[in-house]
């Protein structure tokens, strides 16, 4: 096995995760938001499983492509000698019922209906096998749909689909690592080829509205994310937790915030002293900005990128 591409979060669910602490998300942004981290949660899941497959074969995790002005994401794309592989990764829990004469996934709790994961593969497929045609590919697909939550039961299975359950990845995987397999050049241009085709960030996202002047302000706690910390000497410490972390390595991480959220804003010691809150000091962050980052400018003008 070969990751030729690793798997990253995501812009969105780096922005929602901060927002999430520090502004009042409706409950319709917090449920995307847990929506977007829980199928973060579940292809990273999946991902420990690839990892220790032993035979030939590529692995392209998180891919987003564009082809015929149409946008498509594959969870997770393995490249065998003889196969292309992608698969459609679900981390969905609780009770599922599978509805034949209308091809639909119902929550039995809800009775909501979730995207059916069929389709999406269906989709990924067609334009994947259109892509891969264009640049004159012409292995065959096989596709699959994952789940892979432990707590997740689908009623009335379809027995002629190609979905793996939770109680079948082990024997999925066992199989997967047993293709046979002897990857050359032009599979390692494929995967090369698919990787630089990436789009880091999709167009469309579910960020609520904020602005700076609407932010909680303070540090918290870089493991349990309370706000209940205090400066002991040279290190912030939590009072939940009792977790402990340099106050220079908070400073850093809080800038880190400030420019994943506001990127257009010039970093300086009087917006990162707000922005902290719990530092008693502004010589302190401006010491450590010197340190840490490149000073730019004069007076009124001096700023820190």
Known sequence: MELYKPRTESLELRKMRLLNKRMALTPEEKKAYLYVQKGYEGEVLFDRLTEKLQCDVYVLNDLLLKHNNSLFQIDTLLIYQKSIMPIEIKNQDGDCCYYPDKETFTMILTDKDMKNPLDQLKRSKQLLHSLLKSL????????????????????????????????????????????????????????????????????????????FGAMKKGSCCVKCDSYMVTVVEDELVCHVCGEHESIEAAVVRNVEEIRLLFPEMRITTNLVYEWCGVFPSKKMIRRILLKQYKAIGYGRWFYFE
């Open 136 to 211: 004159g590919v012409q292995l065959p697909l096989e596709g699959y749909v994952v789940f892979v939550n432990p707590h997740f039961t689908l009623y009335q299975a379809p027995l002629n689909k190609p979905i793996i359950y939770p109680n079948q990845l082990d024997r999925f995987m066992d199989q997967l690592n047993k293709i046979p397999s002897t990857l050359g050049n032009q599979h390692k241009k494929v995967a090369a080829e698919l990787a630089a085709r990436h789009i880091k960030e999709t167009p469309f996202t579910s960020l609520p509205q904020y602005s």
